[in-house]
């Protein structure tokens, strides 16, 4: 499985962006799935889950700020992420939780001040 992410993007502390992520085989009936994000000299975290069939869960960094959700149907997976700071700059991946696929080549967020 090939997992595609994209929608990052350069913006300004305050702004928006939307992130998406198409796997090349439908999977999301399978398994959970999630959003990572690798800032710069630090580890992969995970920042937001999609479960099969229950409410989403978010660390606390995003909480509040970023919504994940899913279409089964359509095999996407999309992280909606508002206000976003500084310290939100990193790659963001997209995984199976807990992250049993291959990493894509994830897609650049930069945020300003």
């Known amino acids: 499985v090939q997992l595609q992410a994209s929608g990052g993007g350069f913006v300004q502390a305050g702004g928006s962006l939307r992130l998406s992520c198409v796997p090349s085989?439908?999977?999301?009936?399978?398994?959970?799935m999630g959003w990572y994000r690798q800032a710069p000299g630090g580890l992969r975290e995970l920042v937001a889950t999609s479960p099969r069939g229950s409410d989403p869960h978010y660390s606390d960094s995003v909480k509040g700020r970023f919504t994940v959700s899913r279409d089964n149907a359509k095999n996407t997976l999309w992280l909606q992420m508002n206000t976003l700071k500084p310290e939100d700059t990193a790659v963001y991946y997209c995984n199976a939780v807990p992250p049993t696929l291959k990493w894509g080549q994830g897609t650049q967020v930069t945020v300003s001040s």
């Open positions: 085989q439908n999977i999301f009936s399978k398994t959970a």
